[in-house]
């Protein structure tokens, strides 16, 4: 079976601060797909990012970046230099294959920026 | 703006009452899903409809009928619900069948209150 924990449920952070949000996930796959997803206060989950197992390779895109370590099955989501618009519930969702393919997710960290 | 659009954004029926949720998406994506979201929980995955077929049924009651007339829509038919079942209900759609070869677009989700 697949689980992904994200530990953290509430993030409280001030505008231009730094944040991470951890997730950690566990899987007998050796194929994998790691995701994290953005749902603001409007509902609708937005996709922010996708990696596969085999690219371990961290990724920046603007502020945000991503550190994927399979040694420790983390996934962990670095909002740098924070603004207010980042408020929004942040999962982190896995996916593996064949009756593992369907996405799991994590509980969601609520994130607050204030100003 | 989200390209999934999900109609009506609020509903309130009662637990005698036949009603229906829509989805549309004009991104040529193969694959369309239901997903339930309870408050303060993840997204759970109910239908899955691939090429126009309905490919995964998560053991969803028969209250929720789901239909695909066509590669752009999705329907959720709601029939004698009870008051559990109250939640957002989000509509999402990929270009692949398989949810792990690439991101979930989704909709804002139709917010249902079961009286």
């Known amino acids: 079976a697949q689980k992904v924990t994200q530990a953290q449920t509430e993030i409280s952070v001030v505008e231009k601060e730094d944040v991470t949000l951890d997730c950690v996930y566990e899987t007998r796959d050796t194929t994998y797909y790691l995701f994290w997803y953005k749902q603001p206060p409007s509902g609708e989950l937005v996709f922010l990012i996708r990696r596969n197992s085999f690219d371990e390779q961290n990724e920046i895109s603007g502020r945000y970046s991503w550190n994927f370590q399979k040694s420790t099955s983390s996934f962990n989501f670095t909002i740098t230099a924070s603004q207010v618009v980042d408020s929004a519930v942040y999962f982190c969702?896995?996916?593996?294959?064949?009756?593992?393919?369907?996405?799991?997710f994590g509980k969601g960290i609520t994130l607050s920026v204030r100003p | 703006d989200t390209e999934v659009t999900q109609t009506p954004k609020h509903l309130v029926m009662g637990m005698t009452n036949k009603k229906s949720l829509k989805c549309e998406q004009h991104?040529?994506?193969?694959?369309m899903y239901w997903y339930k979201q309870k408050a303060k929980k993840p997204p759970e995955l109910m239908f899955v409809?691939?090429?126009?077929?309905?490919?995964i049924n998560e053991s969803v009651p028969s209250r929720f009928s789901p239909e695909c007339p066509n590669s752009s829509l999705l329907n959720l038919h709601l029939h004698a619900l009870q008051p559990e079942d109250s939640a957002l209900y989000l509509c999402?759609?990929?270009?692949?069948?398989?949810?792990?070869?690439?991101?979930?677009?989704f909709g804002e989700g139709s917010r249902l209150t079961v009286l």
């Open positions: 999402a759609s990929s270009p692949w069948a398989s949810p792990n070869t690439g991101e979930l677009f």
């Open positions: 969702a896995l996916s593996g294959t064949g009756a593992n393919s369907k996405l799991t």
């Open positions: 409809y691939s090429y126009e077929k309905l490919s």
């Open positions: 991104m040529g994506h193969r694959a």
